[in-house]
Each structure stands twice: as structure tokens, then as C-alpha cells.
């Protein structure tokens, strides 16, 4: 992959002007008339953009292929995959201007890891999530947890538009960290936010902008680069790890949360042995999620550098 074709330097599609109809649309509008709008958006995008067809269908090839029973739509299928991305984004509105709430939730704990979040004087943990389904959901309603405090790691200068939009339709400055840069400096920073019972969220399905620290996993069939970043700062950081996923099923947002790895304890040569497995072990865990819930694999990139 290019530096040109990397995710984060593709500059937005959405233009400020059309995200702030959006979000007054989701604000004034019925949820059919939004529907309808986001259908004739998605329709559009989907027609003007061949290489991101392109990736969804290898996508949706691959994942058919690992598992078979998986419910993908027999007839537009990749279009289907541009409309339930459309509808994600009114949600991400939606959420922030309380028309979903943590009512709506329904919450799948069986690790009981909410006891570690009700505990605020326990040293904090990072959650690991991905582009597959909407985390952002879980985002804006960290605050129903009062006490509770979670940091989130962007590489957000590639979405500004999206993120002020957010913004002007009620979202609060949740506590975003730019990790484009990780020095010694940012690394304290983190180590400190643990300390005082803060936690961190991270993505782990998409590679680094400079792209150097990524290992290599069988994702649905073929060899795909994840990068280190999640794995590697547990293990400096001596952090617990779990993950989180926001997957939408019959209508409604489900919350998963599952504890991953405890505090690392491995020696300085088999750092590198211990985050391959990890990533694997998550790669596996995201294609099973993948299969449940296949249209909301929201990556459009090449995401097996083809």
C-alpha cells in the first residue's frame, strides 16, 4: 500500500456542509424520511466509488468463503454494506442527540467486567475495539457511569469534519488522544491516566500511518497486517486487555465485552512472539464477529494490500 492509498490520508468524502444536514436532519426528521435520505447518500457514494466496491466485495468473497452459513444478502450485497454504513453514521448523530440511550443497550458481559469498571480505585485498563459495528455508540454514553473515565486514541486529523459535525450536534470533547506521535512524553501521559483509574480505547484493525509496526495474522483466510500499537503499549504500559464491540442486531445495539489478556509479564525477547499471538487471537475473535454481523465491517480500504 502506497502512502496515497493509506486510510488516514484519504481525505474525507463528506463535506462539512453535508454532514451538518445530517445532523439536523436526524434532529427534525422521521426515522423513514432519514432512512429514505441516507439511502439516496449511500446510493450515490456507492456509484462513485469503484476501488471501495472493490474492497467490500473481496471482503464479503472472503468472508463467505471462512464461513459459509453467514447471512450476507443474496442480491446487492456490497451496496447493502454502503447502506449500513449510511445508517451507522445517522446513529452516531443520533446517539449524541439522546435519541439512543443506554436503555437501548443491550449489554453482553459474561466476563463480568463491569466490576472493574465500577471500581474506581483500581488501576485502569485499556478496552481494544475495531471498525466493525459502532463503537461510537458505546462513546457517548461512557457518562452513564459516573466516576468512570475512558480516553479515546485517535488518529483523528484525517476526520476533523466528522468530528466537529459531532460536535455541533452535541458531543462532548470525550477525552480524544492524538496517538500519531507516541513519544516518551505521551507514553507518561498514558501511564499517569492508568495510574489515576482512567482507561484507554484503541482501535486494532488498522495499521499505523508510517505503517513500520504491524504484524502479520490469518484474517479470513489470508495473511492481513494488524498493527502492534494495541499489544505493544499493554505490555509497556503493564495494562489488563479486552475487548469491546457496539454490533447492531434486529434494531437494537449490543454492548460485548470480554476480557482478553492480563497484566504482561514476558521477557524483553518474546515481546515480539507474545504480541503475534495476541493479534491473532483478536484477529479470530473479530472474523467470528465479522460472521455474525457481516455488513458492518466498516474498513473500505484494501485492507489485504492487493
Known amino acids: 500500500m502506497t502512502p496515497a492509498e493509506h486510510w488516514a490520508n484519504q481525505h474525507e468524502r463528506g463535506h462539512a456542509l453535508f454532514l451538518k444536514l445530517t445532523a439536523l436532519m436526524v434532529k427534525y426528521l422521521p426515522v423513514w424520511i432519514m432512512r429514505l435520505c441516507t439511502a439516496i447518500v449511500c446510493a450515490y457514494f456507492y456509484a462513485t466509488s469503484a476501488a471501495q466496491r472493490r474492497h467490500i466485495h473481496q471482503y464479503q468473497t472472503r468472508l463467505k468463503h471462512s464461513f459459509p452459513t453467514c447471512r450476507l444478502p443474496e442480491t446487492c450485497a456490497v451496496y447493502r454494506q ?38 474506581h480505585s483500581a488501576r485502569g ?72 483509574g482512567e482507561w484507554l480505547a484503541i482501535t486494532a484493525d488498522r495499521i499505523p500511518i508510517r505503517g ?47 476480557r482478553f489478556a492480563d497484566v504482561p509479564n514476558v521477557k524483553r525477547a518474546d515481546r515480539a512472539a ?20 457481516p455488513l458492518q465491517w466498516f474498513n473500505f480500504y484494501d485492507f489485504w494490500a492487493e
Not at 443497550?105 to 466476563?111: C, I, T
Not at 461510537?136 to 476533523?160: D, T, W, Y
Not at 504500559?237 to 460485548?256: D, E, P, R, S, W
Not at 507474545?274 to 464477529?289: F, G, T, W
Open 125 to 196: 485498563q485499556i478496552f481494544i475495539c475495531s471498525h466493525l459495528g459502532n463503537v461510537e455508540i458505546c462513546r457517548a454514553l461512557v457518562s452513564h457511569h459516573i466516576g468512570f473515565k475512558m480516553n479515546v486514541l485517535v488518529h483523528s486529523r484525517h476526520a476533523q469534519a466528522f468530528n466537529q459535525a459531532l460536535k455541533n450536534a452535541g458531543a462532548s470533547d470525550i477525552h480524544l488522544i492524538q496517538v500519531s506521535e507516541l513519544d516518551g512524553a505521551k507514553m507518561l501521559e498514558l501511564a499517569n491516566r492508568l495510574d489515576a
Open 212 to 258: 513500520e509496526k504491524t504484524v502479520a495474522v490469518n484474517f479470513l483466510g489470508d495473511t492481513a497486517q494488524l498493527p502492534q500499537g494495541a499489544w505493544l503499549m499493554a505490555q509497556l504500559l503493564k495494562a489488563k486487555t479486552n475487548t469491546l464491540f457496539v454490533l447492531k442486531k434486529q434494531g437494537k445495539y449490543h454492548l460485548i465485552l470480554r
Open 274 to 293: 507474545a504480541i503475534a499471538a495476541h493479534a491473532q487471537r483478536y484477529a479470530d475473535e473479530l472474523a467470528q464477529h465479522a460472521a455474525d454481523v
Open 82 to 119: 454502503f447502506a449500513t454504513f449510511g445508517e451507522a453514521i445517522t446513529d452516531r448523530f443520533a446517539v449524541w442527540q439522546h435519541k439512543i440511550t443506554y436503555a437501548d443497550l443491550v449489554l453482553d458481559d459474561r466476563d463480568d467486567l463491569y466490576a472493574d469498571i465500577r471500581d
